[in-house]
Each structure stands twice: as C-alpha cells, then as structure tokens.
C-alpha cells in the first residue's frame, strides 16, 4: 500500500506537473496579459455570463413545415397530372385538414394517377416508412397524406437548413466565434459573445426572406378584397406598410404561376438614384434568371407583386421585360433594413419562421466584476481553509494543502485541455470543490488518529487509514457525480457549466487528495521512520 | 506543534437519546416549510413563470431609486413591474411579465425591453444595463419542469446507489434525509423570498450530493461496527457510530463553511441566492446525517444480519482479526 516504485513516482508527478501546467494560459488570459501565441495554449473559455453577450434561443413551428409541404405536394401533384399522356382534370382541391385532397374526373383512372403519383412519395430517412400515404375514397377522391415520419424528416431537415442559414447570417454580421447549435426537434441555440445588443441580430434571425413575384389579380373586386375574399386560384396578400391608424391595404396575387426568390447569385443594398431611397439588387443564377425574364416578357403593362415572408413589399407594373438577370427591389427601406435584408436574402430564405422563445444579455461589467470578485473569493478561502487544516493536522494538513493548490492548477488544466466554459455558477463550484477536496483528507486523517488510538504503529495506522476511508471516499464522490449527472442533463448553460467543473474537480480532488498525499506521505515514512504521528 | 483538536478523543454524546423530540422538530420544520412554500410561495424568477428581467446599476448612487423606478416603469404602461435589490444597493433588477401576445410576436417582447430600457437611460444619466433576460411561457413551463425532473431522478438515482451499495433500510434512509434538507431549503427560500431561479436548483441539486456526503460516511461506519460488535443494542451503535466520525464531520463542514462564507462575502452579488442554499444546506445536511439518517435505521430495523460477514471478506474489519 505504501509501497511506491520509482516509475509510480514519476508517473505520478509528470501526470500532476503536465495538467497544472495546462492551467497556465487560463490564468494568464484571466489575469488580464497575453499568453505569447508561439506556446500551445489550452484555455478556458469564458462563458456568456462572465465575458457578456446574448445568448438566443429561436423555436421553428412544426405544423408550417406541414403546410409547406402539402402546398409543395399540390404544385407537383398539378404538374405530374398535366404531363400525363392523358391529362387528368382535376378538381375541388382542398388541404385544409393537414391532408391533400382532390378530385379526378375520370374514375376509372384512379390506377393510372395512382401510378403516376407514387414516384412523388420517397422513403423516409431509416423509418422503414413512406413520407406520403396515397388513399383513394368515394372511388375518385385522392386525399395525400404525410406522415409523421415524413413530417419529421422534413422538420429535421428544415432546421439543418434554417442552422446553416443563420450561421451565414451571424457570419454576415461579423461577430466573433458565435455558437450555433440545434437543440431538440424545433430549435436553434445562438449563443454571440461580447454583442451587446442583440437587436440587429435578432431583426436579422426574424426575417425569414422568404421572397416571392407574383402577379396581381387586376380584375379581382376590390370589396371582397377589402374583405379578404379571394377570388378563385387568389390570395389576398397584405401590404408590408400601413399608414397609422388604418387597416392593412390589401391585393390580390394570382396562386400559382409566380415565381420564387431563392435562385440569387447575389444581393446587394443599392440605392435608388432618383429617390435615393435605399433599394435592394438582386441578381437570379441562370436558371432563375431565365424564368424571370418569361415572366416579365409574357405580362408586360401588368403589374406584379414582390412580396416579401407573406407581405407585399411593392406592386411596380412591368414596363418592359427584364432580361439582364437582375431586379431591384424597392419598398420603404432605411439602409439599416435594406442592408439587413440583403444579407438575409444572400444567406438564402429560412426553410421555416423562427421565433425568439428565450434571450439572455449580460453586460460586460458585471461578468468582469464576477470574475475579479470569484477570484479573491477563491483567494481568501483557499487560504482561510489551508489555515485552518494546517493548525488541525500539522505535517498532514502541509500534505492535504499542497495537494489542494495542485487541484486548483488540475482543474483549471484539464477545464482548458478539453476547452470547457467557465460559467457564473462554476466560479462557485470551483469554490465550492476546494472545500469538498479536503473532506478526503479529513476522513483519512481522522481515521489515521483513530487507528493510533486503537495502538496501532504508525505503518499500519497510515495504511488503515488511506485503505478503511477510501471505500466512504469513493461513495460520497459517486453520488456527487450522479447529481452532476444529472444536472448536465436537465440543466440549461450555465448549470451545465457548473456540473462540469463539479465533475472535473471531484476527479482531480480524488487524484490529488489520495494518489499524492499517499505518495507523499509514503515517501516521509520511508525517509524518517517516525515512531510516533504528530496527528 | 500542539493541533487543534475540535472533537477531543473519546467523545461520546448521547446523540440518540434525543431523538424523538428531534424527530418531531425535523418534521413540524418539513411541514412549516411546505405550508410556507404553498401559502407564501417561492420568489420565481423569469426562468420558471416566463417574462423579462432587466438588470440595472446605478453607477454614480449609493443606492437604487426603487421608488422612483417602478412609478417611472409603470408609467409607460406594461403593468407594475417587481423590484429588486441583489448584490449592491444600486443594483436593481426589474421582472415584468412579457406582454399580450408576445408568445406568437417576440417583437413585442422586444419593443418592450427596448422602451424600457430607453426609457430608465434617459431619466437617470448614470444608469447602466447590465442584462435583459426574456423568457417565453412555453421555455418557462419546460425549464420548471426538467428542474423538477433533474432534483426527483437525483434524489432517486442516489438513494439507489445507496441501497445497491449498502442495504435498503439505509437508502430510504438516505432518501428521507434528502427530502428533510431540499425541504427545509425551500422554506428558506419562501421565508426570505430571496429569487427562485435556474441557479437555485443547481444548489438543490449540489446539496443532494454534498448532504448525502456525511450520510455516507456515518452509514459508512454503521455498516463497518454492525459486522465487528454483532451483539451491540442497535441504539448504542449508531451513537458509537456518529461519535466516531463526529470529528470528520464537523472539521468537514467547517472546511466547506470556511469556502461558502468567503464566497458570500467576497465572491460575486449575482449567486449570492446560489450561496446562501448550499450554506444552509450544509448546517442541515449535517444535522440531518446525525439525526434523520441514522435513527431511521432504528425503525426500518436494520440489524448485523443484513450484512452477513464472511460474504465479502474484503470488507470485512481489520479490527478484529488484528
């Protein structure tokens, strides 16, 4: 037990020297100098509420990825069905009970449409299911359902979209080292260190640029409008601007037939050189810009919509086709919101809206303030405690107290090797896991004192000692981790922060308090052969 | 060197004498608690009823102007506001519940924070924001939630590595000591309406773990003189039992006092809350090792037989063969 090799001692101290040095570059960096770049440098990182900055989570709405996709099934249902060799009329369609539902003309073409509906329908992901389920009821109704695994493939890659989206966006801002991360089904976690205010961001992550050119229904009755009637194969659509005090002008845009504004090489705020109200230029890829350019040729003198996630932005009549591959888009812009929208249309439109359910902004200030405070906190108490252990177990407590500083260095060192965050709460666990190092030493020198009291020789005490408190040692420290467990798994940021360093300090304080002590307390054993314990 | 010996050698307090009426204190102090936290309720911060919190300090004040503030708040018309001091008389936080209709338009949420804040920079110069915190309903409800989940599957998770590790009367023993500690913290928190939030719990949760500490250790020692004095009267053996680690026990939670008091006094304002709950919580989860975990095993009758030696010789005393 007591027995140490030459190669245990080396071993033991190149493990200690290697982590607590490690903690260098942390405490440098958090003493305010820099750590020079040409020395490798694992490093705390700071969490948001000690460095200051926004933390946003953005929730996604399920049931909308849905309606996008019945109204994506509609489009091709109508397109498959017209390039049939005997197109089939359809008709009475509905998608109003989250199913796709119409009618076919012809009954006994139920086989055929069924046939050439099938390729529509893919496999969903690894479910072994089918994403649609086709049903035929009353002998000529289709109703296309999705099902849910096909929902929440779809879901699953709507959000895979809309996390890459944002990171283009926040990348597009030029922050630095932001965090972006999925969360659960529907949501994305941003996490900016050093913003202060989110507001730019957040107008910039609202915005879901979804961006669409439709025609306007110029012989649509402006009453039923008014009243948000459309007229059949419309929709009403509102006006983005509304003059204070009235209700939302309204227009109606023809359904189908519009093209959308996702097939941009580019977008730029521009500037309309009349007005010099703040425009947006945008540019089509090829494809894109071809379609464009039939749209404009086939309506000129008409106008047509340029609406912008669900509201008309402006109704420009087309003077002449537009050909070059690009438009500009103008509406009531400031600069700040015509530049915002061109990045959002560069990074491309958000697969689904995201909604701001949690934000969290913490001022500079104060995470300084905490740091500094935490520090002589840790200072004082580190000092009172070592104090204190020292006047109650004279050579042992010297042990327990140099085996205490090398757990701060160990803790800070292995935080900064696997690159954790230090959060608020951490700085208390830190704290907190300082005190609950020593118990370790507590109950191996108390049970050394009791073996010598029970007239044991010093040998066999110390042994006892380190062998009988080891096993209430490892059970305390075991139920530690399960809490910490635990917290790591229900907690949000922060707490999460907190469980790790708990863990990492009941690791190293398990090192440190019995691995070192013993071999230091081995080692004075071996040199002195004392015959009695100052204990 | 003369050390400093806090328990001298060869206590032996009849700490289970007293059980019964401690017994009955621990329990009227458990059900004060809980009718506490029913009637007067806990302090929820944004984290668990939704809405926004912004925080405050006035640099260039000795103190907040409470009073001011909330007519000031009030005044722009998003309903009273809840004011409070934490840290630093000039540091105040105001919680406002999130207006109608910002579950589905977090613009409103937003344009109200905005307004706020605005409005509070122009009416003091030296005012300066140190954070808005904006929880929704819906985020709320989940966060209250998995904070409850977290402390139930901790409390059971714990209590069953006890029972695997020891014998069943010891983690239900175990158990009912955790909830005698979480509760009378939670009265605590409900006395003095310090904040309820995130942080809070991951105290409740630390305590679980920390309290359990001195519970393992005595149980510890339990298990270890039932197999060396079989015949002992069960009583007597756990006195002899929290007597012999009366020492451990006591320079520990000194040790972890010594740490908790230097970090409320001169650590950070903002986990003063957090702090304080593990503060309070390693005074009772001391007390509660001695006298909840230990004289429950006198009822759940736990006697030499559970631990069969022989079975593990390893763990069987050196003591006695000695």
């Given at each position: 037990m007591l027995d140490f090799p030459r190669w245990k001692v080396l071993l033991l101290w190149a493990v200690t020297l290697v982590i607590a040095a490690a903690a260098l570059p942390s405490i440098v960096d958090m003493a305010g100098y820099r750590w020079p770049a040409a020395l490798p440098e694992p490093k705390v990182n700071l969490g948001l509420d000690l460095a200051g900055g926004s933390h946003l989570m953005l929730e996604a709405d399920p049931t909308q990825v849905r309606t996008q996709r019945i109204e994506g099934m509609e489009e091709s249902v109508r397109n498959k069905l017209h390039a049939m060799a005997q197109p089939v009329r359809i008709s009475d369609i509905s998608n109003n009970n989250g199913s796709l539902s119409f009618l076919i003309d012809d009954a006994t073409k139920v086989d055929a449409v069924r046939e050439a509906l099938l390729p529509l329908t893919n496999g969903a992901g690894l479910t072994g299911k089918r994403d649609w389920t086709i049903n035929v009821v009353d002998g000529n109704r289709f109703v296309l359902s999705p099902t849910p695994e096909g929902i929440d493939q779809a879901v699953s890659q709507a959000m895979d979209t809309a996390v890459e989206v944002v990171r283009k966006r926040i990348d597009a801002l030029g922050t630095k080292e932001p965090t972006i991360i999925r969360s659960g089904a529907t949501r994305i976690v941003v996490q900016v260190p050093g913003l202060q205010d989110p507001q730019g961001l957040k107008n910039l992550l609202g915005q879901t640029a979804k961006l669409e050119f439709k025609l306007v229904d110029q012989t649509a009755d402006a009453a039923q409008v008014y009243q948000g009637i459309a007229p059949p194969g419309d929709e009403i659509v509102p006006y983005a601007e509304t003059k204070a005090g009235q209700p939302a002008a309204k227009i109606a845009v023809k359904r189908l037939g519009g093209i959308r504004g996702d097939?941009?090489?580019?977008?730029?705020?521009?500037?309309?050189?009349?007005?010099?109200q703040p425009t947006v230029t945008i540019t089509f890829n090829t494809d894109g810009g071809e379609r464009f350019a039939k749209l404009t040729s086939a309506n000129v003198g008409k106008p047509f919509a340029i609406i912008l996630d669900g509201k008309v932005l402006s109704a420009p009549v087309i003077n002449e086709p537009i050909l070059g591959g690009s438009a500009v888009i103008s509406g009531n812009f400031t600069s700040d919101s015509a530049g915002q929208l061109a990045i959002a249309l560069r990074s491309g439109a958000l697969p689904v809206d995201l909604k701001v359910v949690e934000e969290r902004t913490v001022g500079p200030d104060l995470g300084a303030d905490s740091i500094h405070k935490g520090m002589i906190a840790m200072g004082i108490g580190t000092l009172a405690l070592a104090v204190f252990i020292l006047a109650t177990y004279g050579r042992f407590g010297v042990y327990a107290c140099v085996a205490l500083v090398f757990n701060v260095f160990m803790i800070l060192g292995v935080m900064g090797i696997i690159g954790t965050t230090l959060t608020l709460p951490g700085i208390a666990g830190f704290v907190l896991t300082i005190g609950a190092a020593v118990d370790a030493n507590v109950l191996?020198?108390?049970?050394?004192?009791?073996?010598?009291?029970?007239?044991?020789?010093?040998?066999?005490?110390?042994?006892?000692?380190?062998?009988?408190?080891?096993?209430?040692?490892?059970?305390?420290?075991?139920?530690?981790?399960?809490?910490?467990?635990?917290?790591?798994?229900?907690?949000?940021?922060?707490?999460k922060g907190f469980a790790v360093v708990l863990i990492i300090g009941i690791a190293t304080s398990v090192f440190t308090a019995i691995m070192l002590t013993r071999m230091w307390v081995a080692q004075w054993l071996r040199r002195a052969r004392p015959t009695e314990l100052s204990l | 060197m003369k050390l400093l010996k806090l328990v001298p050698d060869h206590t032996n307090i009849h700490f289970l004498k007293w059980r019964v009426p401690f017994y009955l204190v621990s329990m009227v102090l458990v059900a004060a608690s809980w009718g506490l936290v029913l009637t007067k309720g806990l302090n929820l911060g944004v984290d668990f009823i939704g809405g926004q919190m912004i925080r405050v300090t006035f640099e260039r004040s000795a103190e907040a102007p409470v009073g001011p503030l909330r007519d000031e708040v009030t005044k722009l018309g998003y309903g009273e506001p809840i004011l409070q001091r934490f840290g630093k008389p000039n540091e105040v936080s105001i919680r406002m519940k999130l207006p109608e209709g910002a579950e589905h338009d977090p613009a409103l949420a937003d344009r109200m924070a905005r307004t706020i804040t605005a409005?509070?920079?122009?009416?003091?110069?030296?005012?300066?924001?140190?954070?808005?915190?904006?929880?929704?309903g819906k985020v709320s409800k989940e966060l209250g939630w998995d904070a409850f989940r977290a402390l139930g599957?901790?409390?059971?998770?714990?209590?069953?590595?006890?029972?695997?590790r020891f014998e069943w009367q010891f983690g239900i023993g175990a158990l009912l000591s955790l909830v005698h500690d979480v509760s009378l913290t939670l009265g605590m928190f409900a006395v003095t309406q310090l904040e309820f939030d995130l942080n809070i719990v991951a105290a409740l949760l630390t305590l679980i773990g920390y309290s359990l500490n001195d519970t393992i250790v005595v149980y510890d020692r339990i298990r270890e003189n039932l197999k060396k004095y079989r015949r002992m009267p069960l009583p007597e053996l756990l006195d002899l039992s929290v007597n012999e680690t009366l020492a451990r026990t006591i320079v520990t939670s000194l040790s972890m006092?010594?740490?908790?008091?230097?970090?409320?006094?001169?650590?950070?304002?903002?986990i003063f809350g957090f702090t304080a709950a593990i503060t309070l919580g390693i005074f009772i989860g001391t007390y509660s090792s001695i006298y909840m975990a230990a004289p429950i095993l006198i009822w759940l009758k736990v006697s030499p037989k559970s631990f069969v030696p022989g079975e593990k010789p390893s763990d069987g005393p050196a003591g006695a063969k000695a």
């Open positions: 097939q941009l090489t580019n977008a730029q705020l521009s500037s309309n050189q009349q007005t010099n191996i020198n108390e049970r050394i004192r009791e073996e010598r009291h029970r007239g044991r020789r010093v040998v066999q005490a110390v042994e006892l000692g380190y062998k009988e408190a080891g096993r209430a040692i490892f059970d305390a420290n075991i139920t530690n981790v399960i809490a910490a467990m635990l917290m790591l798994a229900f907690g949000s940021g922060p707490i | 409005d509070i920079r122009k009416n003091h110069a030296d005012a300066r924001v140190d954070g808005v915190d904006s929880v929704s599957f901790a409390a059971l998770a714990v209590a069953a590595y006890i029972w695997v006092l010594i740490t908790l008091v230097s970090l409320l006094v001169f650590g950070p304002q903002v």
